[in-house]
């Protein structure tokens, strides 16, 4: 479903002191940013934050920087974040929120900012054979986040989707990633700690498995 254009969405995140509004600035820079040595945890389409906010709140020796292209669903994200924190009396100082083109991510990331874990979460899965290089667990892709991933960092994928899983371990083996785990039901699976996303449980209501892996360097 296609959202509104929010004119409020963009000052109201500008508002937001978690918010970067110009993330190319913090190139090299990201682990000053949060003025600590903690391991930085990336996810990549957050939508609207509900699976970054649960995170965040949950572990403050962790930072967490959360990317999304639209500012309708950003603002969401936003909302969804300070919620979460607020229900557990928390200040927001372990997670960062911003707008980009994600097939531009090496724009705002440099060797320098070493990331230790990516989640990709029910990305589109672009099931046309001309778009299928757009899809974020893309060979290509996966090379872009080589360049700022940890060498023993990892990549946490889920979806809904058949085709893209499948293609998508061919993907992560052709980019020299190793799989270190895999399932075709997460939810029957022996994996702990999973955080549903708002995505996941509607597909979950419909009867459709999700499929979840975590591959590293």
């Known amino acids: 479903m296609r959202l ?3 004119p409020w969405a963009r000052p109201e995140l500008e508002a937001c002191n978690f918010f970067i509004t110009n993330p190319s600035e913090n190139k090299g820079k990201w682990k000053q940013s949060f003025v600590n040595d903690n391991p930085i945890y990336l996810e990549l389409g957050c939508g609207k934050g509900t ?9 403050e020796d962790i930072n967490y920087i959360a990317i999304d292209i639209k500012d309708e669903v950003l ?3 936003k909302r969804n974040i ?3 924190y607020e229900d557990k009396n928390k200040e927001i100082n372990n997670l960062k929120l911003m707008a980009q083109e994600i097939v ?3 724009d705002i990331f440099s060797e320098e900012d070493v990331v230790d874990r990516i989640y990709i979460n029910f990305c589109n899965p672009w099931p046309k054979e001309r778009h299928k290089k757009r899809r974020l667990t893309h060979t290509r892709q996966l090379e872009n986040y080589k360049n700022f991933l940890a060498e023993d960092g990892e990549i946490y994928f889920k979806t809904d989707d058949d085709e893209l899983f499948d ?3 061919e993907y992560f083996k052709e ?5 270190e785990y895999i399932t075709y039901d997460l939810h029957k699976s022996d994996f702990v700690g999973n955080v549903r996303t708002e995505h996941e449980n509607m597909f979950s209501e419909q009867g ?6 975590i591959a590293s360097r």
């Open 82 to 84: 300070e919620k979460a």
């Open 104 to 106: 531009l991510i090496n």
């Open 4 to 6: 509104r254009k929010k």
């Open 175 to 179: 980019a020299g990633f190793n799989i």
């Open 51 to 59: 699976f970054i906010a649960v995170h965040g709140s949950e572990n």
């Open 75 to 77: 603002v969401l994200a």
């Open 167 to 169: 293609e998508s371990i």
């Open 208 to 213: 459709i498995k999700i499929k979840f892996l």
